[in-house]
Protein backbone atom coordinates (compact mmCIF):
# COMPACT_ATOMS: atom_id res chain seq x y z
CA UNK A 1 0.00 0.00 0.00
CA UNK A 2 1.48 2.99 -0.96
CA UNK A 3 1.07 6.25 1.42
CA UNK A 4 1.76 9.74 0.28
CA UNK A 5 4.25 11.42 2.79
CA UNK A 6 4.38 15.34 3.48
CA UNK A 7 8.50 14.70 3.04
CA UNK A 8 7.89 13.67 -0.41
CA UNK A 9 5.77 16.54 -1.37
CA UNK A 10 7.17 19.16 0.87
CA UNK A 11 3.43 20.63 0.85
CA UNK A 12 2.03 21.25 4.53
CA UNK A 13 -1.53 20.24 3.18
CA UNK A 14 -2.82 17.66 0.74
CA UNK A 15 -6.51 18.37 -1.01
CA UNK A 16 -8.46 14.96 0.80
CA UNK A 17 -10.32 14.20 -2.53
CA UNK A 18 -8.47 15.39 -5.63
CA UNK A 19 -5.28 14.76 -3.88
CA UNK A 20 -2.89 17.42 -5.16
CA UNK A 21 -1.13 19.87 -2.89
CA UNK A 22 -2.50 22.81 -1.91
CA UNK A 23 -0.34 25.97 -2.00
CA UNK A 24 0.91 27.31 1.17
CA UNK A 25 -0.48 30.85 1.68
CA UNK A 26 1.90 33.37 2.57
CA UNK A 27 2.63 34.22 6.29
CA UNK A 28 3.87 37.43 7.01
CA UNK A 29 6.33 38.06 10.29
CA UNK A 30 4.37 37.78 13.30
CA UNK A 31 4.75 41.58 14.98
CA UNK A 32 5.66 40.21 18.09
CA UNK A 33 9.09 38.43 17.13
CA UNK A 34 12.24 41.05 15.79
CA UNK A 35 13.49 40.19 12.04
CA UNK A 36 15.79 37.00 12.22
CA UNK A 37 18.70 39.69 12.38
CA UNK A 38 20.19 40.36 15.48
CA UNK A 39 20.29 44.23 16.50
CA UNK A 40 22.78 44.81 18.79
CA UNK A 41 22.80 48.08 20.84
CA UNK A 42 26.60 48.58 21.16
CA UNK A 43 26.31 52.06 23.22
CA UNK A 44 25.22 52.69 26.77
CA UNK A 45 21.53 52.71 25.83
CA UNK A 46 20.10 52.98 22.17
CA UNK A 47 16.63 54.34 20.46
CA UNK A 48 15.00 51.64 18.69
CA UNK A 49 11.28 50.77 16.91
CA UNK A 50 8.88 48.89 18.30
CA UNK A 51 6.46 49.32 15.51
CA UNK A 52 6.20 48.95 11.10
CA UNK A 53 5.87 52.21 9.85
CA UNK A 54 7.95 54.04 7.12
CA UNK A 55 9.88 57.29 7.89
CA UNK A 56 11.15 59.87 6.01
CA UNK A 57 15.20 61.26 5.87
CA UNK A 58 13.27 64.69 7.30
CA UNK A 59 11.18 62.74 9.85
CA UNK A 60 14.65 61.15 11.27
CA UNK A 61 16.90 63.99 10.69
CA UNK A 62 14.40 66.35 13.09
CA UNK A 63 14.58 63.42 15.55
CA UNK A 64 18.94 63.61 15.50
CA UNK A 65 18.91 67.24 16.02
CA UNK A 66 16.25 67.06 19.06
CA UNK A 67 17.95 64.46 20.55
CA UNK A 68 21.05 66.60 20.15
CA UNK A 69 19.61 69.48 21.91
CA UNK A 70 18.89 66.97 25.43
CA UNK A 71 22.06 65.69 25.06
CA UNK A 72 25.11 66.17 28.04
CA UNK A 73 27.72 68.48 26.59
CA UNK A 74 31.03 66.82 25.79
CA UNK A 75 30.29 63.41 27.92
CA UNK A 76 28.04 61.58 25.35
CA UNK A 77 28.38 61.14 21.27
CA UNK A 78 24.87 60.46 19.13
CA UNK A 79 25.63 57.78 16.76
CA UNK A 80 22.58 57.71 14.16
CA UNK A 81 22.57 54.20 12.36
CA UNK A 82 21.99 54.97 8.27
CA UNK A 83 22.63 51.65 6.70
CA UNK A 84 18.93 51.65 5.71
CA UNK A 85 17.30 51.08 2.09
CA UNK A 86 15.51 53.74 0.97
CA UNK A 87 12.11 53.45 -1.14
CA UNK A 88 10.33 55.89 -3.27
CA UNK A 89 7.26 57.11 -2.08
CA UNK A 90 5.19 58.48 -5.22
CA UNK A 91 2.21 60.95 -4.73
CA UNK A 92 -0.53 62.22 -7.38
CA UNK A 93 -1.54 65.71 -7.40
CA UNK A 94 -5.13 65.95 -5.55
CA UNK A 95 -6.72 67.15 -8.38
CA UNK A 96 -5.74 64.71 -10.86
CA UNK A 97 -8.37 62.30 -12.39
CA UNK A 98 -8.13 58.44 -11.70
CA UNK A 99 -5.64 55.95 -13.81
CA UNK A 100 -3.09 57.95 -16.11
CA UNK A 101 -0.37 55.53 -14.49
CA UNK A 102 2.19 56.54 -11.64
CA UNK A 103 3.33 59.71 -11.29
CA UNK A 104 6.43 60.95 -10.25
CA UNK A 105 9.00 60.08 -7.34
CA UNK A 106 7.60 62.62 -4.66
CA UNK A 107 10.43 61.72 -1.51
CA UNK A 108 12.04 59.10 -0.32
CA UNK A 109 11.17 56.40 2.84
CA UNK A 110 12.66 54.00 5.16
CA UNK A 111 10.41 50.62 5.81
CA UNK A 112 11.31 49.65 9.16
CA UNK A 113 10.02 46.64 11.26
CA UNK A 114 10.08 46.18 15.13
CA UNK A 115 13.76 46.18 16.58
CA UNK A 116 15.14 47.75 14.49
CA UNK A 117 17.90 50.36 16.08
CA UNK A 118 18.27 54.22 15.15
CA UNK A 119 20.03 55.99 17.68
CA UNK A 120 22.48 55.30 20.26
CA UNK A 121 24.48 57.15 23.13
CA UNK A 122 28.23 56.54 23.59
CA UNK A 123 29.89 57.30 26.52
CA UNK A 124 33.17 59.34 25.86
CA UNK A 125 33.93 59.26 29.51
CA UNK A 126 33.02 57.19 32.41
CA UNK A 127 29.68 58.54 33.60
CA UNK A 128 26.56 56.42 33.26
CA UNK A 129 23.29 57.26 32.43
CA UNK A 130 20.53 56.03 34.31
CA UNK A 131 17.44 54.77 32.03
CA UNK A 132 15.28 57.93 33.34
CA UNK A 133 17.95 60.26 32.04
CA UNK A 134 17.72 58.23 28.42
CA UNK A 135 14.43 58.11 28.50
CA UNK A 136 14.68 62.08 28.67
CA UNK A 137 16.93 62.35 25.93
CA UNK A 138 15.11 59.94 23.58
CA UNK A 139 11.60 62.03 24.89
CA UNK A 140 11.95 64.94 22.37
CA UNK A 141 13.39 62.52 19.69
CA UNK A 142 10.52 60.46 19.75
CA UNK A 143 7.90 62.95 18.99
CA UNK A 144 9.55 63.65 15.21
CA UNK A 145 9.02 59.87 14.28
CA UNK A 146 5.93 58.59 13.11
CA UNK A 147 6.17 54.78 14.32
CA UNK A 148 6.62 54.18 18.47
CA UNK A 149 10.31 53.71 19.85
CA UNK A 150 11.64 51.83 22.46
CA UNK A 151 14.98 52.90 24.89
CA UNK A 152 16.63 49.58 25.64
CA UNK A 153 19.91 49.23 27.01
CA UNK A 154 23.48 48.21 25.91
CA UNK A 155 23.65 44.55 24.53
CA UNK A 156 21.25 42.06 22.59
CA UNK A 157 17.97 43.46 21.46
CA UNK A 158 15.14 41.00 21.94
CA UNK A 159 11.48 40.78 22.33
CA UNK A 160 11.21 41.60 25.46
CA UNK A 161 12.41 44.79 25.27
CA UNK A 162 10.68 46.04 22.83
CA UNK A 163 7.41 45.02 23.88
CA UNK A 164 7.76 45.41 27.61
CA UNK A 165 8.52 49.08 27.16
CA UNK A 166 6.30 50.13 24.29
CA UNK A 167 3.35 48.78 26.65
CA UNK A 168 3.93 50.90 29.36
Not at 79 to 105: A, C, D, L, W
Request: overall charge positive.
Amino acid sequence: MLRRTEAIFGYHYVHPKSGRPIKQTRTYGDPRYINNEVALIKGQWGLITSDFGMVSQTQLENARLAILRRMPRGAFSLVMHTHYEEFPVVKKTPESRMGGGKSNIHHFAYKFTTGIPLFELQSLSSRQISEVEANGIFLLGRKHLPLSTSVVPQGRVDEYHVFKRSEE
